[in-house]
């Protein structure tokens, strides 16, 4: 065994003495010296390195150095994997958030385009109605107010008002008791034969031709004629003659009356006073009241549109006003035309003057 190293007092190693001359050396120790000389020989060959000399440090850059981290680039594949998901995430957020602003866009456009459509209709409409409608019926304190309007308005521009042409305008005329009724039905009958029906036919064909010469629309009306139904006209006059029965005492006179269920249609009053006042000064006849359920609740105001204004005429008594029935028919046929007119043209100039001594009340 070799000796064991040799110490000084500071403690340093030392190298074990050689062996003396004529000692034995084993190979470890052999091996381990050339090992040692193979070291100090390779340390004494290499050149000396050089030795790096650092500034000195400032009192601001040792600040900085004690604040800031070295910054290491660590390479992470899973971070990396999460930055590229969350970033596809993200441009899938904002495509359907665009997508969403589009379809927001459409559905506003469409209501957009749907309002302007029902605008533009409803204005075609009125305008359509503005110009078919009857000037009878709108009232008398609508006209008033349009007129104070007019007369008030700030602009000095006053509209031109287009009238309504008068073939527009509907008159219907119902020829009483006329039609192919099974068996047929004459009306009132005299003894002598004559009969209602005929009297109010030939009245009422006077009057349809006076109207259609004033440029009016006219239906010749049977007593159940299917036209009835729903009817809608300017205006509306059931034509009859009252009976031919002898009371024992001279019954003589017109009635004319308007639908009882209709009382609240100020349109129905005025036709009846028209034609009241034109007929009565047209024959010389007096207008009788008390008129009977069969003329207010005449089953051709149950059928006509409610819109429509209508009255019933009884033309006179055929046995005590048998004279003026059967050679006045023509002047029957004028009076009930200008009432005709008195309500579709209250302003009409054409119309006779009315004598308000020639239609007493009986």
């Not at 055929?318 to 009930?336: H, N, P, S």
Request: proline fraction near 8%.
């Amino acid at each position: 065994m070799p000796d064991e190293p040799h110490f000084t007092d500071d403690n340093a190693p030392q190298t074990p003495p050689p062996p003396e001359e004529g000692a034995e050396i084993t190979a470890s120790v052999a091996f381990m010296e050339s090992m040692r000389r193979a070291a100090a020989k390779a340390e004494a060959d290499r050149p000396p390195r050089p030795v790096k000399t650092a500034p000195l440090p400032t009192a601001g850059t040792q600040a900085a150095e004690a604040t800031v981290a070295p910054v290491q680039t660590v390479i992470n594949p899973r971070r990396d994997y999460d930055n590229a998901m969350e970033a596809q995430r993200v441009q899938r957020v904002k495509k359907r958030q665009s997508r969403r602003r589009r379809q927001t866009v459409g559905v506003f456009g469409g209501v957009f385009r749907s309002v302007i459509v029902v605008l533009i209709a409803a204005a075609l409409m009125a305008t359509i109605f503005t110009w078919s409608t009857p000037t009878q019926f709108i009232s008398d304190e609508v006209k008033s107010s349009l007129s104070i309007a007019q007369a008030t308005g700030a602009s000095t521009t006053v509209p031109t008002i287009i009238p309504t042409p008068n073939w527009l305008r509907r008159v219907g005329i119902v020829s009483g008791h006329r039609g192919p009724q099974v068996p047929p039905d004459p009306g009132a009958v005299c003894p002598d034969g004559l009969t209602e029906a005929s009297i109010n036919f030939a009245v009422a064909q006077q009057v349809v031709r006076n109207l259609r010469d004033r440029g009016y629309s006219v239906d010749l009306l049977d007593e159940f004629d299917s036209r009835l139904e729903g009817y809608q006209a300017a205006a509306l006059v059931s034509i009859h003659s009252n009976t031919c029965q002898n009371f024992g005492e001279v019954v003589s006179g017109y009635l004319i009356a308007r639908a009882a269920a209709r009382s609240g249609l100020g349109q129905d009053d005025n036709l009846v006073e028209c034609v009241a006042r034109y007929y009565g000064q047209a024959t010389a006849l007096t207008r009788r009241a008390g008129v009977t359920i069969d003329m207010t609740d005449y089953h051709t105001f149950r059928e006509i549109h409610p819109l429509t204004p209508a009255s019933i005429l009884e033309l006179g008594f055929m046995l005590a006003d048998r004279e003026v029935l059967t050679t006045m028919q023509d002047e029957m046929a004028k009076g009930i035309t200008d009432g005709i007119l008195c309500f579709l043209e209250p302003n009409s100039q054409a119309l006779p003057t009315l004598d308000v001594t020639a239609t007493p009340t009986g």
